[in-house]
């Protein structure tokens, strides 16, 4: 009988990294096809889909052994970026923050500052996500620091939108409005079309919340414009969502939940189930202010669900919070007080500033 042949520890390295090396092009690929816009987006996303399993698996090899490895080091610290937008789009946010965790101690161990700071910025998005707008800034300024430090103008850029973003959710529109116009100019100055885009959407909805409506509305209609021109479908479906949250505002609903349809296709096409979720918890709010109550709260519902698979306890706290309203109309005030005592514990544990809005409204149950 033949004896087995086993690898050696050397072989089984070269192996390992051979395997992560290819499955991060691999995710590399998929992301430049998302990034081509139009059907290469549903191919780069359909691309990740399909190796996800290796792809994982590439990526914990790397960090098991970017300790000893200056290699594997190299290749932990890069998988996070090889396919930003679909690992955003397709991994929970707990596992975004664990390859973004290991992926900065590569960074710092092979003293690429820039990177630190990519990646800092990173782990900022997936904190602000998860609800932790305050964690979300401290990550964001130590990485506009960087920024600065080394020229890094479309990181310092990026920062500066985020931390726009942070102060926006915090309910500091005139803060944001400055941060992003900060941003707007670095994107215009690089030629940075989509995150000119991203800026443009962010300004308008701080001027929605700063009650000027037909200003938001001008920079959501640019930023449609922008996303049709580069292919950017998830920045097209963003657009059409938030014109449907100002069309709502004014009181013309039937052209909200037109908008709002056409975001949630988009979100349904390219797979971005946060959008999802937002743009089904929008068409609730509209159903709900035109007296269509149940079918609100069967919106709520499929976008409280969406929330909670998602880990986005801020959006989550959100539709238990206007389920809660919808039951108050129908006169089930039991159903709307548990439903608002459960949205005012996730407000609290994030410190978001609706904390006193739900605390006022229970107290007048």
Same mark, same amino acid.
């Given at each position: ?15 390992? =990294? ?95 500052? =820039? ?139 039937? =052209? ?110």
């Amino acid at each position: 009988m033949s004896k087995r042949y086993e690898l050696t520890d050397a072989e089984q390295a070269e192996a390992g =990294k051979a395997h992560a090396e290819f499955y991060m092009q691999c995710a590399r690929l998929a992301d430049e096809l998302y990034l081509q816009g139009r059907e290469n987006t549903l191919k780069g996303l359909a691309l990740f889909d399909r190796e996800l399993a290796h792809i994982r698996a590439g990526q914990a090899w790397a960090a098991k052994n970017s300790e000893n490895d200056d290699n594997a080091a190299r290749l932990c610290n890069k998988y996070p970026d090889a396919a930003a937008f679909a690992v955003h789009l397709r991994l929970g946010l707990h596992e975004q923050i664990s390859w973004l965790e290991q992926a900065l101690n590569a960074a710092r161990k092979l003293r690429e500052k =820039k990177e630190e700071g990519n990646r800092l910025g990173s782990l900022g998005i997936a904190y602000y996500w998860l609800g932790d707008a305050h964690k979300a800034i401290a990550y964001y300024e130590r990485a506009l620091a960087i920024a600065h430090e080394v020229g890094d103008r479309l990181g310092e850029g990026n920062r500066l939108g985020n931390l726009g973003i942070a102060y926006y959710s915090l309910g500091d529109a005139q803060k944001a409005v400055s941060l992003y116009e900060q941003a707007l100019e670095i994107d215009r100055e690089i030629g940075n079309r989509r995150g000119e885009g991203t800026d443009l959407v962010n300004l308008g909805l701080a001027y929605s919340d700063l009650a000027e409506m037909n200003k938001a509305i001008a920079y959501y209609e640019q930023a449609l414009a922008i996303a049709r021109e580069v292919g950017d479908r998830h920045g097209e479906g963003a657009a059409f969502g938030n014109l449907g949250t100002a069309y709502g505002t004014l009181g013309e609903f039937p =052209k909200a939940i037109h908008y709002f349809e056409q975001a949630l296709a988009i979100r349904r096409e390219i797979g971005d189930r946060r959008g999802e979720g937002i743009d089904l918890g929008n068409l609730g709010l509209v159903y709900s202010d035109l007296g269509d109550m149940w079918k609100g709260i069967a919106y709520f519902e499929e976008a409280l669900a969406i929330a909670r698979e998602m880990d986005d306890r801020r959006d989550e706290g959100l539709w238990l919070m206007n389920m809660a309203s919808t039951w108050q109309k129908l006169g089930d005030t039991d159903k709307a007080r548990a439903l608002w005592q459960e949205a005012l514990w996730i407000f609290e544990a994030i410190k978001d500033p609706r904390t006193a809005k739900v605390k006022k409204w229970l107290a007048e149950l």
